[in-house]
């Protein structure tokens, strides 16, 4: 019984891999230029978010590195905080 289980499963594995090629082809689209943008502010964002961790791990004061946070998100982000908010 274990060698017809064996065999089942090695029938099995062309199939999957058949249908995973599949899938992966079908998701894969091209990206559009407003998703491209939108890319491109997420990751000046994140750029400007971990700036502001480096500033504080520095020893600045946080009304330091909120101000260059501002400046760096400027036209970015929503709000003071570029689009986020955490609890301090």
Do not use: W
């Not at 274990?2 to 594995?13: D, E, G, R, Y």
């Not at 480096?54 to 970015?76: F, M, N, P």
Request: positive net charge.
């Amino acid at each position: 019984m274990k060698i017809f289980n064996s065999f089942k499963n090695m029938a099995l594995a062309p199939a999957v891999i058949v249908l995973s090629a599949t899938f992966s082809i079908a998701v894969a689209q091209p990206i559009d230029k407003d998703t491209k943008m939108d890319i491109q502010r997420h990751r000046a964002m994140a750029a400007a978010h971990e700036d502001a961790a480096k500033c504080l791990e520095s020893g600045k004061a946080d009304e330091v590195c909120e101000k260059e946070l501002q400046a760096a998100c400027k036209g970015l982000g929503i709000g003071k905080y570029c689009g986020m908010k955490h609890v301090h």
